[in-house]
């Protein structure tokens, strides 16, 4: 695996890792994922006492595939359709009731 990109400042890291190329004929696919990372631990040392804890999380997004081959290299990016289409559904369901409540206060009106 190869990082493309260096980390954020504080605790949250971002960059891009190059994963394991595949051959296909006479081309070599490389999947290209974005690496998000958070964490957070704590401590306390008391006198008597030494007490911990923490937690963290990982989230990998594929971003692109690179396919490299004798002409070139070119970047093919991937769309998460299912993100496009929840916040499609989110925006209608904010949209929807503002116009039915208008719709209705101008039913009432007449």
Same mark, same amino acid.
């Not at 994922?33 to 006492?49: C, F, K, L």
């Given at each position: 695996m190869d990082k493309k990109e260096g980390r954020l400042r504080g605790p949250m890291a971002s960059h891009l890792v190059e994963g394991q190329p595949i051959r296909v004929g006479g081309r070599?696919?490389?999947?290209?994922?974005?690496?998000t990372a958070r964490g957070q631990r704590r401590a306390h040392v008391g006198t008597n006492e030494l007490t911990g804890q923490g937690w963290g999380f990982v989230r990998l997004r594929p971003v692109a595939i690179l396919e490299r081959? =004798?002409? /070139?290299?070119?970047?093919?990016?991937?769309?998460?359709?299912?993100?496009? =289409?929840? /916040?499609?559904?989110?925006?209608?369901?904010?949209?929807i009731p503002l116009l039915l409540g208008v719709a209705v206060r101008l039913a009432r009106g007449r």
């Amino acid at each position: 695996m190869d990082k493309k990109e260096g980390r954020l400042r504080g605790p949250m890291a971002s960059h891009l890792v190059e994963g394991q190329p595949i051959r296909v004929g006479g081309r070599e696919l490389v999947p290209v994922v974005r690496v998000t990372a958070r964490g957070q631990r704590r401590a306390h040392v008391g006198t008597n006492e030494l007490t911990g804890q923490g937690w963290g999380f990982v989230r990998l997004r594929p971003v692109a595939i690179l396919e490299r081959s =004798a002409s /070139g290299e070119r970047h093919i990016p991937i769309q998460d359709r299912t993100v496009q =289409a929840l /916040g499609g559904f989110l925006l209608a369901a904010f949209v929807i009731p503002l116009l039915l409540g208008v719709a209705v206060r101008l039913a009432r009106g007449r």
